[in-house]
Nanobody, 123 residues
Framework: QVQLVESGGGLVQAGGSLRLSCAASGRTFSSYAMGWFRQAPGKEREFVAAISWRGGSTTYADSVKGRFTISRDNAKNTVYLQMNSLKPEDTAVYYC????????????????WGQGTQVTVSS
């Protein structure tokens, strides 16, 4: 069982930065690939970024490539999403999730989910 709690969301102007954190409970955190997803009002939840269990592999949605960076610290049971050059279209609730199936774009491969943190980017 893994419990996930996101933090770090907020209101920021376009072009600004935010760093999201996702703290995990459970001794098996390091055995899970971790992902970030987001859901804007009226839209489907979409993949943002993912990182392998050891942190050696990462993948990103094309819409955030070059602006967002995912990382993890297994000693702290935490995964991060550094978001730079934010755009109004990045406004969404951001969720972290844990997958026992390895690096994946597919939300259905993720077993555990946090409650989400709101990110609002003003123009």
């Amino acid at each position: 069982q893994v419990q996930l709690v996101e933090s770090g969301g907020g209101l920021v102007q376009a072009g600004g930065s935010l760093r999201l954190s996702c703290a995990a409970s459970g001794r098996t955190f390091s055995s899970y690939a971790m992902g970030w997803f987001r859901q804007a009002p009226g839209k489907e939840r979409e993949f943002v970024a993912a990182i392998s269990w050891r942190g050696g592999s990462t993948t990103y949605a094309d819409s955030v490539k070059g602006r967002f960076t995912i990382s993890r610290d297994n000693a702290k049971n935490t995964v991060y999403l550094q978001m730079n050059s934010l755009k109004p279209e990045d406004t969404a609730v951001y969720y972290c999730a844990a997958s026992g199936l390895g690096l994946s774009y597919n939300q259905y491969d993720y077993k555990y989910w946090g409650q989400g943190t709101q990110v609002t980017v003003s123009s």
